[in-house]
């Protein structure tokens, strides 16, 4: 649900025609308050956060943003009296505590670059190839303490599969097609790469819609 909602949010946020549809943003937003996912809070937060800075940068739509920071501040203190919104907190406590070794987003957000740091220094730089993971792990017998099938973070797969070299390319080629694109797609760019460390969605359909709309965003 966050993956394919916080386009339609940025779609509203950052409209590069007159304004945007901010009851609409906030109807959205709720959607992706209800789906009780971590990456959907994270990406609400991210989304907005950027909105305000965006907004600050305008004096006239500058007290627009103390609205809305006046009003997620209540309506965060409201949430946290709920037990699945406080579940989900509780998610993100666990993975940056690091004292869990298992759960799907724990193994998503560190496995990935608990193995990269197992390879050998060659492969660190030019990766092991995309679709080798398995045989290159069997291979080189590395193991880490989240241990599961292929499963990490996509930042942390393009990392593995193409060695950091590979990865700075990625990035760097991206930032560049999107340089002169319109402001949705700059803040869509920040999203990917925020998903790209929660998410394991390389090659997945709501990957290659979100590359789409950044890569063929009007100038």
Not at 26 to 49: D, E, P
Not at 208 to 219: G, K, L, T, W
């Amino acid at each position: 649900v966050a993956h394919y909602i916080t386009v339609a949010l940025l779609l509203e946020l950052f409209t590069d025609k007159g304004k945007g549809n901010l009851k609409l943003a906030v109807f959205y937003s709720l959607i992706m308050l209800l789906s009780f996912s971590l990456n959907a809070y994270i990406s609400i937060c991210v989304c907005w956060g950027l909105w305000a800075l965006y907004s600050a940068r305008n004096r006239k739509y500058a007290y627009r943003t103390l609205v809305f920071a006046i009003a997620f501040l209540v309506a965060g203190l409201f949430l946290v009296n709920s037990t699945n919104v406080m579940n989900v907190f509780n998610r993100l406590v666990y993975l940056l505590s690091g004292e869990q070794t298992s759960g799907s987003s724990v193994i998503r957000v560190l496995r990935g670059p608990a193995f990269y740091f197992k390879m050998p220094l060659l492969f660190q730089l030019f990766g092991s190839g995309f679709g080798n993971f398995m045989q290159f792990k069997e291979i080189f017998g590395i193991t880490t303490i989240y241990e599961t099938a292929e499963y990490m973070n996509t930042n942390a797969y393009i990392l593995v599969s193409s060695g950091v070299i590979g990865f700075v390319l990625f990035v760097v080629t991206l930032a560049k097609k999107i340089s002169k694109k319109i402001v949705f797609s700059k803040m869509l760019f920040v999203l990917v790469l925020m998903f790209g460390l929660s998410s394991s969605i390389y090659s997945s359909a709501q990957f290659v819609i979100m590359m789409m709309f950044m890569i063929y965003a009007p100038e």
